[in-house]
């Protein structure tokens, strides 16, 4: 029972954007970016092949590399590491829904192939802990400790403190914000000044008030906070710990809703992406919610955000339409803001949110059956320790923040048009500062979903708060039963 319910965890873990929250902003952090710091300073080196040795010999023998990804970008990685090495590669990208099933499949059947495999930080202990992904300490990986940021270099540690993956990226979260709105509305487009209006959920609050007495809305969907959503850890020794500041974000969340302050547009659907190029059509929660949108049995039919029916609801049921302000994202962001935001670019900024947060990162390891390892330490090395190859990354992505701390030096006073010529870089690694990896458990992405559920029941009155929360503490208590204490 404990295994599968492994299984049905991990597979959880990946049907959804992870929303990770750290530390509060005054906090101090044990295990940040800082300069210089190495947690394998001790570690003994490893002889390694000769790199050139390696790729000439999978040349001459024809072989190539199966990779296995969730995320697009390493597609790109891929053509670029063929194109410097001759290196054949072939790249799957999976939904993240089918992942973890596919590459259990994989490994548990024998399967020599692939020999790239990813994962993302709440992915990775199951994955580790299954035997997935092979140890790159013993391929040379402690030779680089300290070249990269700290904090990812110990999330692709397993428990024992063995390096199985490693990622390219940072992932601290910010606000992507509207400079030409933030002008109109609060005089000013400062990230420094717009931060404060975000610094807390009731300025946050107001300022959506502002905003949409002023024809915007602050944002797209009611999900935008999820990665600033709490200071603390969900499990606590053991027990299930929900601070205030959880009760806080839940209480935001339902006013944000009942006071139409968002566009509605459901996150990562097309009007939600649609909003970052301009208007969309609103939504009210009487709208949605209505007695009108319900069919006989009850069950709400109105689906305004169905592509087949999109044009055909907008016109039927709202003419109203507006402009969102802000968008709550990773560092990754700027990868979605690129190949969204048509012709809003140059007029967006990037600050802080309300706590410190992070959320996802591609990290690439081994497959412990790949009869390639060598080769595939190779590409691994070439993604994430290669100085060309970030250099290459930071201007194709539009700024995606790398993890290798010399790019990251080289690059920290970098201006990026996108944004207004703001310093990203220097934004990025500051509010990296802030991440406590720590605060990460196995248990969040089911406890977290738990909570969203509970959350949406209130927001819409399908549920009373107090009957919500009954049930998330049900749900915890029989999700992880005998695991963790749950104390209400």
Same mark, same amino acid.
Request: charge should be negative; hydrophobic fraction near 40%.
């Given at each position: 029972?404990?295994?599968?319910?492994?299984?049905?965890?991990?597979?959880?873990?990946?049907?959804?954007?992870?929303?990770?929250?750290?530390?509060?902003?005054?906090?101090?952090?044990?295990?940040?970016?800082?300069?210089?710091?190495?947690?394998?300073?001790? @570690?003994?080196?490893?002889? *390694? #092949?000769?790199?050139?040795? &390696? %790729?000439? +010999?999978?040349?001459?023998?024809? $072989?190539?590399?199966?990779?296995?990804?969730?995320?697009?970008?390493?597609?790109?990685?891929?053509?670029?590491?063929?194109?410097?090495?001759?290196?054949?590669?072939?790249?799957?990208?999976?939904?993240?829904?089918?992942?973890?099933?596919?590459?259990?499949? @994989?490994?548990?059947?024998? *399967? #020599?192939?692939?020999?790239? &495999? %990813?994962? +993302?930080?709440?992915?990775?202990? $199951?994955?580790?802990?299954?035997?997935?992904?092979?140890?790159?300490?013993?391929?040379?990986?402690?030779?680089?400790?300290?070249?990269?940021?700290?904090?990812?270099?110990?999330?692709?540690?397993?428990?024992?403190?063995?390096?199985?993956?490693?990622?390219?990226?940072?992932?601290?979260?910010?606000?992507?914000?509207?400079?030409?709105?933030? +002008?109109?509305?609060?005089?000013?487009?400062?990230?420094?000044?717009?931060?404060?209006?975000?610094?807390?959920?009731?300025?946050?609050?107001?300022?959506?008030?502002?905003?949409?007495?002023?024809?915007?809305?602050?944002?797209?969907?009611?999900?935008?906070?999820?990665?600033?959503?709490?200071?603390?850890?969900?499990?606590?020794?053991?027990?299930?710990?929900?601070?205030?500041?959880?009760?806080?974000?839940?209480?935001?969340?339902?006013?944000?809703?009942?006071?139409?302050?968002?566009?509605?547009?459901?996150?990562?659907?097309?009007?939600?992406?649609?909003?970052?190029?301009?208007?969309?059509?609103?939504?009210?929660?009487?709208?949605?919610?209505?007695?009108?949108?319900?069919?006989?049995?009850?069950?709400?039919?109105?689906?305004?955000?169905?592509?087949?029916?999109?044009?055909?609801?907008?016109?039927?049921?709202?003419?109203?339409?507006?402009?969102?302000?802000?968008?709550?994202?990773?560092?990754?962001?700027?990868?979605?803001?690129?190949?969204?935001?048509?012709?809003?670019?140059?007029?967006?900024?990037?600050?802080?949110?309300?706590?410190?947060?992070?959320?996802?990162?591609?990290?690439?390891?081994?497959?412990?059956?790949?009869?390639?390892?060598?080769?595939?330490?190779?590409?691994?090395?070439?993604?994430?320790?290669?100085?060309?190859?970030?250099?290459?990354?930071?201007?194709?992505?539009?700024?995606?923040?790398?993890?290798?701390?010399?790019?990251?030096?080289?690059?920290?006073?970098?201006?990026?048009?996108?944004?207004?010529?703001?310093?990203?870089?220097?934004?990025?690694?500051?509010?990296?500062?802030?991440?406590?990896?720590?605060?990460?458990?196995?248990?969040?992405?089911?406890?977290?979903?738990?909570?969203?559920?509970?959350?949406?029941?209130?927001?819409?009155?399908?549920?009373?708060?107090?009957?919500?929360?009954?049930?998330?503490?049900?749900?915890?208590?029989?999700?992880?039963?005998?695991?963790?204490?749950?104390?209400?």
């Amino acid at each position: 029972m404990k295994k599968m319910k492994k299984i049905i965890s991990l597979l959880l873990a990946v049907a959804m954007v992870l929303s990770l929250a750290a530390c509060t902003k005054d906090e101090s952090n044990a295990g940040n970016s800082g300069n210089g710091s190495d947690s394998n300073a001790s @570690a003994p080196k490893v002889e *390694e #092949k000769a790199s050139e040795d &390696v %790729v000439a +010999e999978a040349v001459s023998k024809g $072989e190539k590399l199966v990779i296995w990804t969730l995320a697009k970008d390493l597609e790109q990685f891929a053509d670029r590491y063929t194109e410097k090495t001759g290196v054949p590669t072939e790249v799957v990208v999976i939904e993240p829904a089918d992942y973890p099933t596919k590459l259990q499949t @994989a490994i548990m059947g024998g *399967e #020599k192939e692939p020999d790239i &495999v %990813v994962g +993302e930080p709440q992915m990775l202990p $199951e994955f580790f802990d299954n035997g997935f992904f092979a140890d790159l300490d013993a391929l040379g990986a402690s030779n680089y400790a300290g070249q990269i940021v700290d904090y990812v270099w110990e999330v692709g540690k397993d428990s024992n403190g063995t390096t199985r993956a490693i990622s390219y990226q940072i992932t601290p979260a910010g606000f992507f914000y509207r400079r030409d709105i933030a +002008e109109k509305v609060f005089g000013t487009s400062d990230s420094d000044k717009i931060a404060d209006i975000f610094s807390s959920y009731d300025k946050i609050l107001d300022a959506g008030r502002k905003l949409k007495e002023a024809g915007y809305r602050i944002f797209a969907s009611d999900s935008e906070l999820n990665y600033f959503s709490g200071d603390s850890a969900w499990v606590v020794d053991g027990k299930l710990n929900v601070d205030q500041a959880r009760f806080d974000y839940m209480d935001m969340v339902v006013k944000l809703y009942q006071e139409d302050l968002t566009a509605y547009a459901a996150q990562w659907s097309t009007p939600w992406y649609q909003a970052m190029s301009g208007q969309v059509p609103v939504l009210t929660a009487d709208l949605q919610w209505g007695d009108w949108g319900t069919d006989e049995n009850g069950n709400t039919n109105l689906n305004i955000w169905d592509a087949e029916n999109f044009k055909e609801n907008v016109g039927k049921y709202t003419d109203t339409y507006a402009e969102v302000f802000a968008f709550g994202l990773p560092a990754w962001g700027v990868l979605t803001m690129r190949d969204n935001y048509g012709e809003t670019a140059g007029k967006w900024g990037i600050c802080a949110g309300p706590a410190y947060g992070f959320g996802g990162g591609t990290f690439i390891g081994i497959s412990e059956l790949s009869a390639r390892k060598d080769l595939a330490w190779e590409f691994i090395k070439f993604c994430t320790l290669n100085e060309e190859t970030a250099d290459w990354w930071i201007k194709t992505s539009e700024g995606d923040t790398v993890s290798l701390k010399s790019a990251l030096e080289k690059h920290k006073d970098d201006t990026n048009p996108t944004y207004g010529n703001q310093k990203v870089y220097a934004m990025w690694l500051k509010l990296a500062e802030g991440i406590d990896y720590s605060k990460v458990t196995k248990y969040d992405t089911e406890i977290g979903n738990a909570w969203g559920n509970a959350i949406s029941k209130i927001k819409t009155g399908e549920a009373t708060k107090e009957d919500a929360l009954k049930e998330f503490y049900d749900v915890v208590e029989s999700t992880f039963a005998g695991e963790i204490v749950v104390e209400r």
